[in-house]
């Protein structure tokens, strides 16, 4: 380094205004989202985003953009809790990407309680339950009623008689399935 350069002073650096405070240290393990992820996360425009920043001083901030490219830095889990006070409470008050947002939500919910086992999928359960029940029948109407004869002495008749009242008796129960919306057993 030349001598002139060496007897240099150093540039004075500005102070930082108070318009801008210094943003305080980021926590190791804060998840941080800029503008548009946390728009994106919230469902909100940026527009909203924006608006709420200008109204709550206290809004969780880790970083400030600064133009030319310098992103904004928000803790993700105190911003979005921030932002959920601003959220409708009602579904008819929700925006159309909130709504979108919100069976989003559901439908992945659903897909991890079918894939945990806490769901069944409607049409395997009414091929189960209609096997079940048509299995049910042959057992009741075949099986049992030999049986009964067997140790019971009935006569060809009596089989007979006792085989008609367990089909009125199935017939009524499966009745009673097809007004819960559940298959009939004999499909």
């Known amino acids: 380094m030349s001598a002139a350069l060496a007897d240099e002073r150093p540039k004075r650096r500005r102070p930082l205004s108070p318009a801008t405070p210094a943003a305080p240290a980021v926590p190791s393990k804060a998840r941080t989202l800029n503008k548009r992820e946390l728009c994106w996360e919230a469902g909100i425009s940026r527009q909203h ?7 709550d001083p206290r809004f969780p901030i880790l970083r400030r953009g600064g133009g030319n490219g310098d992103s904004w830095e928000f803790d993700a889990d105190a911003a979005l809790a921030r932002l959920a006070d601003d959220l409708p409470k009602q579904d008819g008050d929700l925006s159309p990407n909130q709504q979108f947002m919100a069976l989003r ?14 769901l069944l999928v409607a049409a395997e359960m009414r091929v189960a339950l209609a096997r079940g029940l048509t299995g049910l029948r042959r057992g009741l109407t075949g099986s049992l009623v030999a049986k009964a004869a067997e140790k019971l002495g009935l006569t060809r008749e009596q089989q007979r008689l006792l085989r008609g009242l367990i089909e009125d008796e199935l017939r009524t129960f499966v009745a009673g399935m097809a007004q819960t919306g559940l298959p009939d057993a004999d499909e």
Not at 106 to 118: K, N, P, Q, V
């Open 49 to 55: 985003l924006d608006d709420r920043i200008a109204r």
């Open 105 to 118: 939500v559901l439908r992945m919910e659903r897909d991890m309680a079918t894939e945990a086992g806490g």
